[in-house]
């Protein structure tokens, strides 16, 4: 019910179609951790500032309600709770530790504003750090989950490209794999999403995946061509790109992006992401089943290497 009812919030705030009643300040704290949780904190605030004004564009309401000193002094109170979570939780249990957390102390941010201070024309309009008591600094841990940012690609490419070789798979920059090196055309700016797991020692990519969205398959059989590739039917969206470097893995990263991406699909109103994954994958295919995936079926893939798949399918709503 916690995982519906957030979703729901979720749906309504990326669509900007909402209640005006429904937009409670639980709401907002909701809603703000469900998008640092999911895209961490810069990419976060940017969906949290941008869905606000949409909102209450949509309320008929003043550009000027937006304040922005109130967004990313709350944006930060959320980062610091949640970067004590565990990588992997799902994004209704982010939600509700840090929600709960924020609700213990009522007028939060008097502890590091004064009233004069956030009730200024500069407050709302721009940033201002605190002039009472520094917010606090987040937890550090050795790996972070958040969206990729455009520019990252070849970045990403590398993870992919390093588990290509370990597996003795065909590296195609120009065809197979140009998606990577265009993540803001590929995902980013296509609705969909390109996640990546950072290590704090380093600051270098050391995990990936990605949310296609598309056009809804024909419903019906667990499978159907579409432009002669088989595909999961009735799927709307896909997992791609989930890899992992060989000195990263057993630390949880291939199920926290896997649950980043699942968890992202349906705040966006997805139905029914589809994943096919190389046979010899299996711990892979596990990792899916543990999550709630199914077989549905096989598939030759058009990978230079005429990879055979197994195609699994994960129901989001």
């Known amino acids: 019910m916690a995982r519906r009812s957030l979703l729901s919030l979720l749906q309504q705030f990326h669509a900007a179609k909402m209640p005006r009643e429904v937009w409670t300040h639980e709401a907002h704290l909701r809603v703000a951790s469900a998008l640092v949780w999911l895209y961490g904190h810069d990419a976060g605030l940017i969906a949290i500032r941008d869905g606000i004004k949409a909102l209450n564009a949509s309320f008929g309401g003043s550009p000027d309600a937006y304040h922005e000193t109130v967004t990313r002094a709350f944006v930060a109170l959320i980062h610091s709770s949640l970067s004590q979570l565990p990588l992997d939780l799902p994004v209704e249990e982010a939600v509700l530790r840090a929600v709960s957390e924020l609700k213990r102390e009522k007028g939060i941010l008097e502890r590091h504003y004064d009233r004069e201070t956030l009730e200024s024309r500069a407050a709302h309009d721009m940033w201002l ?11 550090t841990r050795a790996f972070e989950v958040r969206m990729a ?3 990252e690609g070849a970045h990403a490419a590398d993870v992919v490209h390093e588990v290509y070789d370990e597996y003795g798979f065909t590296w195609e920059e120009d065809g197979y794999h140009t998606d990577l090196y265009h993540l803001g055309d590929a995902y980013l700016r296509a609705g969909g999403a390109f996640f990546v797991a950072v290590e704090a020692a380093s600051s270098g990519l050391v995990g990936t995946a990605a949310l296609r969205r598309f056009e809804c398959v024909p419903a019906g059989d667990n499978v159907h061509i579409v432009d002669d590739v088989v ?15 060989k000195g990263a893995r057993q630390a949880g990263l291939g199920r926290a992006l896997l649950q980043r991406t699942i968890d992202s699909a349906a705040a966006r109103g997805a139905s029914r992401l589809e994943i096919w994954s190389d046979k010899r994958f299996v711990e892979a295919h596990r990792l899916y089943e543990r999550l709630g995936a199914l077989p ?8 230079p290497d005429r990879s055979r798949e197994w195609g699994l399918q994960i129901q989001l709503s």
């Open 296 to 303: 549905v079926g096989e598939r030759i893939c058009d990978d």
């Open 149 to 151: 940012r455009a520019e």
């Open 129 to 139: 750090p605190p002039n009472r008591i520094p917010l606090p600094v987040p937890t």
């Open 231 to 245: 595909r999961v039917a009735g799927a709307d969206c896909s997992l791609e790109r989930l890899y992992v470097r």
